[in-house]
């Protein structure tokens, strides 16, 4: 079983930056892919960005590539999702997912149903 926790959402005018970050319990970090999604009032959960086991590939949806930087720490069991030039598009609550199916060390996902384990969320709100 994993835990994970986010942190560093807020409310932050367009234009500005947030970093979230996520806490995942358990010895077995390093061997999971991990992604981000996130989820506007009304509309369905969307992949934004995924990172391999080893952090060596990464992949994003292309409406945040060149604002969102996905890196994670297996040292210290975290992933982050440094966020710039935000829009109000980007709106949502964040959710951090962990997938034990990396078999492979470059896997990334970007399908919900890929991952195995979510935390409750994090707000994000961006202002005009």
């Known amino acids: 079983q994993v835990q994970l926790v986010e942190s560093g959402g807020g409310v932050v005018q367009a234009g500005g930056s947030l970093k979230l970050s996520c806490a995942a319990s358990g010895r077995s970090f390093s061997r999971y892919a991990m992604g981000w999604f996130r989820q506007a009032p009304g509309k369905e959960r969307e992949f934004v960005a995924g990172i391999s086991r080893t952090g060596a590939s990464t992949n994003y949806r292309d409406s945040v590539k060149g604002r969102f930087t996905i890196s994670r720490d297996n040292a210290k069991n975290t992933v982050s999702l440094q966020m710039s030039s935000l829009k109000p598009d980007d709106t949502g609550v964040y959710h951090c997912?962990?997938?034990?199916?990396?078999?492979?060390?470059?896997?990334?996902?970007?399908?919900?149903?890929?991952?195995?384990?979510w935390g409750q969320g994090t707000q994000v709100t961006v202002s005009s």
């Open positions: 997912a962990a997938s034990t199916r990396a078999w492979e060390s470059t896997a990334v996902f970007s399908t919900g149903g890929a991952y195995d384990y």
